[in-house]
């Protein structure tokens, strides 16, 4: 069973940085594209920060360019998101997501579990 846990997340102060990871696991064939939503305090809508194609080709919100960073190890199955430059306005609960084919050939999209981050001094 495929399934997508994300690590990383916690308490920064303004400026700080943080790293979070997601590894895919159970029975995948292919991962397509990866990606990274967050959502704020408040919000009811996941919204993206980033993606990432297999082939490396990224792609970011206007308000992380410059400070947040993606990328993928495919031999790890394993999706990253380098946060530096950290403001209060990027506390969110963090989310991986994956388009996945897996040992079935069924495509589906999947989700990490979120994980706090919390900018504050």
């Known amino acids: 069973q495929v399934q997508l846990v994300e690590s990383g997340g916690g308490l920064v102060q303004p400026g700080g940085s943080l790293r979070l990871d997601c590894a895919a696991s159970?029975?995948?064939?292919?991962?397509?594209?990866m990606a990274w939503y967050h959502q704020a305090p408040g919000k009811q809508q996941r919204e993206l920060v980033a993606?990432?194609?297999?082939?490396?080709?990224?792609n970011y919100d206007d308000s992380v360019k410059g400070r947040f960073t993606i990328s993928r190890d495919n031999a790890k199955n394993t999706v990253y998101l380098q946060m530096n430059s950290l403001k209060p306005e990027d506390t969110a609960v963090y989310y991986c997501?994956?388009?996945?084919?897996?040992?079935?050939?069924?495509?589906?999209?999947?989700w990490g579990q979120g994980t706090q981050v919390t900018v504050s001094s």
């Open positions: 159970g029975g995948i064939r292919v991962i397509d594209v």
């Open positions: 993606t990432i194609t297999s082939g490396g080709t990224t």
């Open positions: 997501n994956a388009g996945i084919q897996d040992a079935s050939g069924k495509w589906s999209t999947y």
